[in-house]
Each structure stands twice: as C-alpha cells, then as structure tokens.
C-alpha cells in the first residue's frame, strides 16, 4: 500500500483562506426565484471555466428556470437558436470570451460585486434598484430588462447572433413591468 494523502477541500487562487464567502445568490433583495437563477449562472460559469458570472450566463439560467421570461419569448421562432447558443458557449461559441471581462465601458462602474462581470453585476444592480422602486425584491424580469440595456452586454451579442432584436424584447419586458409594477 502506498501513502494515502489526507483528502483536503480545493481551494481556488481566488479564495486563498477558508473563510465563507459571500455568493452572489445570497442576497435578500432577490426574490428566491432570481436567486436560484443567480446560483444556476454561477455553476455555469464555473463549469464553463469562467471566472465570473456574465450577462449570457444570466440569460441562459433566466430562460432555463423563469416561466415569466420565457413567457416574453413566447411566440419568437428564433428561440430554439438562441438557446442553441447558449447551449454551445462552452463548447465552440462563446470561446473566445474565456480569459476576458465582460465591461463595455460605457458606464462607469462604482459597484464591484463579487463573482460577477462588471456588466453583470451593474445589471443586478440595476434589476435591484427597479424592484425597489416597486417595493418588492427583484424578479427575473427586473433582471432581464437590466441585462438588455447595455447593446455590449454578451447577452446582447448572443441575442443579437440568434436574430433576436434585444431593444424589442427590452420594450416587451418594459411595458409588461410598468403593468404589474
């Protein structure tokens, strides 16, 4: 019998103590729906060998798990090839983000949260501020609507790829919040 080394958690470069860290799904301004999205975009990102959570992480668990998004593509033939996208992100499309952050530089970022993009993370930002205003925590639409409103966001690229215009289902997310809200 060899030596048996003692089993012990691996931890990444990015967290080099054992402390518990803050996740991103663990925020109580997130309704639990919006929260569980967050978590299914960081075990994407993490099984796409991404270091962050990006717009297109967000969308792809938005519309896997959010019966209120996918309503706002009811109807669009182009779905099917969207997901087709973000299904293929880590396995050809989408490769060439690996490495990259996800920033536009458009607007400037004050907020640096955790385990997102710069973008990504403006955008919970965003979905959080427009719940509040509406006195609830944030929704999957809130968020879908922050991740469509910066035309460098991935999520827009990706609709974009999938001939899907991202200002017209902004405004159908739009006019169906002002309804509710």
């Known amino acids: 019998m060899g030596d048996v080394q003692p089993r012990i958690p691996w931890q990444s470069a990015h967290q080099p103590d054992s402390r518990p860290r803050a996740h991103p799904d663990d925020d109580v301004r997130l309704s639990a729906e919006l929260a569980a999205v967050v978590s299914g975009a960081r075990r994407r990102a ?18 896997e798990s959010d019966p209120e998004v996918r309503s706002v593509f009811d109807g669009e033939p182009r779905l099917a090839r969207l997901m087709g996208y973000l299904v293929q992100r880590s396995i050809g499309y989408g490769l060439r983000w690996q490495g990259s952050v996800e920033d536009s530089g458009a607007i400037p970022v004050v907020i640096r949260a955790e385990g997102y993009s710069p973008l990504a993370g403006g955008a919970m930002e ?14 999957g639409v ?6 469509l409103v910066d035309p460098q966001a991935r999520a827009v690229e990706v609709l974009e790829r999938a001939g899907i215009d991202a200002h017209v289902v902004f405004v159908r997310v739009d006019s169906r919040l002002r309804r509710t809200g």
């Open 46 to 63: 993490v099984r796409d060998g991404d270091r962050q959570i990006d717009t297109a992480h967000l969308l792809h668990s938005l519309l």
């Open 126 to 139: 965003y979905a959080r501020a427009r719940a509040g205003r509406r006195g609830g925590p944030a929704l």
């Open 142 to 147: 809130d968020l879908l609507a922050a991740i």
